[in-house]
Every structure is written in structure tokens, then in C-alpha cells.
Nanobody, 119 residues
């Protein structure tokens, strides 16, 4: 399984970024997927999750600002991030698997992409 994130970078507060995660080695269309993040000195946390059927879940801190989506034809997961805040600064990870497994640290994970929001 390979998960390759891209799209991170430096952005000013209030700006937007779109993260992508290209997946290979899995049957993407029948795999639940998620985005997690880890800020310096903090534990990794769930940002957003999308089931194989398209049902989405968001952390309260990103609701109404972030949108998770998937393109099964391209085996790609996306995270559209709007109205970014300095507290969104973190390394963002793409993950594949059922949410219970991902929350325990199991499943398949990408290497992460840095998102830095300047205030």
C-alpha cells in the first residue's frame, strides 16, 4: 500500500489549501479513508474521514471550513481547507482503513505533508 500526500505549504491565515493523497496497492473504491494531523508537541488527531459510501465525519475544530472528498476513478483522496487558522498548522497524514483501526494507529499511512499557517 502506498499513500502519497501533496499540496501542503505555507499560507496566510484566512487562506486556502487543497491536499491530495494518491493511493496505490489498495482497492480504493471499497476502502474507508481519512485525514489526520499532528502539530508539534501534540498527539495525532483525526481531521476528517470518508467512508467507501461517501459518508463524512469531521473534527469539530474544522467543521464548516474543511471538506473531504474522494475520486474513486483516480484513487485519490482530497482535503479542501478554507479559512485556515494558525492552529491548523501541522503535518497532515492520509490514512486508509476503518476508523477504529486508524484511531488506534493501525491501518496504512502516508508520510505526511506540512501545512503552515502564518498569522
Amino acid at each position: 500500500v502506498q499513500l502519497a500526500e501533496s499540496g501542503g505549504g505555507l499560507v496566510q491565515a484566512g487562506g486556502s489549501l487543497r491536499l491530495s493523497c494518491a493511493a496505490s496497492g489498495i482497492f480504493f473504491r471499497i476502502t474507508d479513508m481519512g485525514w489526520f494531523r499532528q502539530a508539534p508537541g501534540k498527539q495525532r488527531e483525526l481531521v476528517a474521514y470518508i467512508s467507501r459510501g461517501g459518508i463524512t465525519t469531521y473534527a469539530d475544530s474544522v467543521k464548516d471550513r474543511f471538506t473531504i472528498s474522494r475520486d474513486n476513478a483516480k484513487s485519490t483522496l482530497y482535503l479542501e481547507m478554507d479559512s485556515l487558522k494558525s492552529e491548523d498548522t501541522a503535518v497532515y497524514f492520509c490514512a486508509a482503513g476503518i476508523i477504529r483501526s486508524l484511531l488506534s494507529g493501525s491501518g496504512s499511512w502516508g508520510q505526511g505533508t506540512q501545512v503552515t499557517v502564518s498569522s
